[in-house]
């Protein structure tokens, strides 16, 4: 397995660009399963999970050519709606073919995803909004058979999410675009990624409305009726979360993340600037820049747009050596602190009490070789590895691979001693 080698101490300076938003590929991608023509996405990052997703979109009878600039999905002759476990169990956002798969051929047999290490992250409420919309729903053999109602077609419901789900609303909404009628999704996720999958199913000729609110709106069309897209992917927000936080974690950083939208990092921007980092858009992008020491900040993670889990580990890295001492709360995941052991193996001072981790500011952070254990987390041993003065050398970094392109170049750039180390030690 490879490893990244990071040797510390050095303040990250200069320009770097995001890439397109994997959480936004995905569900987009997988919408291409609602029309039968070929479709084409700009910006697609070149991550694993993409590779997982064109493998299962080709196993399910859809040419896919990633090779080219322009990601195609080609058009559909045969299409089979079966994603087998041995591809889901790659990526759990698989199951976000569910949707589509029944709304246009009429049944889908998807393996059940399973948990992830960083918590058990069941489908209920997918399928509770598919049987809304008169889906017979089997569970056997870890797999999930949705039959819709004689002729095939779901017919539109009102249905009420029990909290808010991003993979969940975007496999609702994608399944209510071919739905008999009118769906209204209520208590729904409001990420910029649902936003941005709607202007997708839009440009394809479905009725959503709401998307990014509380409740969406979707007249339905026929199954058929949807025309293939040309898409370019927004930027990924958590990517240029993850490079802000590296910029503010050594003194005298100064970056400009370029293609960052301001809008869509508001909660991480507020707490980042109470920590003492300076941040202002700037050209095409944010620039952050940190002089003189951090203060430690309370945060607790919330659904879209309050602080995003998915900067909780990389956020919690930087205040290791901050003054003070904080709270810092995991609201959404009951288990995304396996980067806190690690930190304290490092140096940092923090102890864990159910989903609260109490974070006492240290002098120094000393390298070691450390774990990573899940995506989020293995980016925040990066840049704690940044922070000590020494070889931080962090494993499994396949895990990295999943959400960020090119990491060891895009630091490189930045001035950072990153290098990846073939087959290290697991
Ligand atoms: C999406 O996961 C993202 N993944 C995650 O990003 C992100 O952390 C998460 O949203 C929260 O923002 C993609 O978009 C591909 P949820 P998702 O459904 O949709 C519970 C990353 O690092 N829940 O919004 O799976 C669930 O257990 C990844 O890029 C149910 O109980 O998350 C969790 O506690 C990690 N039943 C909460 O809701 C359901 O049917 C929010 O989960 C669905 C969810």
């Known amino acids: 397995m490879d490893a990244i080698r990071v040797r510390g101490g050095k303040p990250l300076t200069g320009r770097v660009r995001v890439s397109g938003a994997k959480n936004a590929a995905l569900p987009i991608l997988c919408s291409t399963l609602l029309s039968d023509g070929e479709s084409r996405l700009r910006n697609v990052p070149k991550l694993r999970d993409m590779v997982t997703t064109a493998a299962l979109l080709k196993f399910l009878g859809r040419p896919v050519d990633m090779d080219a600039p322009i990601f195609t999905v080609g058009a559909a002759t045969n299409v089979k709606p079966e994603a087998p476990y041995e591809l889901v169990k790659q990526m759990r956002a698989s199951v976000l073919v569910l949707g589509p798969l029944v709304a246009r051929y009429g049944r889908a047999k998807v393996s059940l995803p399973g948990g992830c290490a960083i918590g058990a992250r069941p489908i209920d409420q997918h399928l509770k909004g598919l049987e809304a919309m008169g889906c017979k729903i089997e569970v056997e053999k870890g797999y999930v ?130 920590a003492g980092v300076l941040i202002d858009a700037a050209d095409g992008g944010i620039r952050v820049r940190r002089q003189g020491p951090l203060r430690c900040v309370d945060f607790s993670t919330e659904p879209h747009p309050g602080f995003p889990t998915d900067m909780q580990a990389q956020l919690l890295a930087i205040l290791c050596l901050a003054e003070g001492e904080c709270h810092i709360s995991e609201t959404i995941f009951e288990n995304r602190f396996m980067h806190v052991p690690e930190l304290v193996r490092m140096g940092a001072n923090i102890t864990l009490k159910g989903h609260t981790a109490h974070l006492k500011g240290v002098k120094q952070l000393y390298g070691a070789s450390v774990m990573a254990t899940d995506l989020r987390a293995s980016a925040s041993l990066v840049i704690a590895g940044l922070m000590a003065d020494d070889e931080t050398e962090v494993r499994r970094v396949y895990h990295i691979d999943r959400g960020y392109e090119m990491i060891e170049q895009k630091f490189q750039g930045l001035g950072a001693d990153v290098a990846r180390v073939r087959g290290a030690e697991a």
């Open 145 to 274: 058979i949705c039959e819709a109602p004689a002729g095939g077609r779901l017919i539109g419901a009102e249905i009420r999410f029990d909290m808010p789900t991003v993979t969940g609303t975007e496999n609702v909404l994608m399944a209510a675009t071919l739905a008999k009628g009118r769906t209204t999704l209520v208590n729904c996720a409001k990420e910029p990624e649902i936003e941005e999958l709607a202007r997708v199913l839009n440009k394809m000729g479905a009725r959503v409305d709401g998307a990014g609110t509380e409740v969406i709106h979707v007249q339905g069309v026929e199954p058929g009726a949807l025309e293939p897209f040309d898409h370019a992917i927004m930027p990924d927000r958590i990517e240029a979360g993850t490079y802000m936080c590296a910029a503010a974690a050594v003194e005298g950083g100064d970056v400009i993340v370029e293609g960052a939208r301001f809008e869509d990092l508001e909660a991480l921007i507020r707490t980042m600037q109470s």
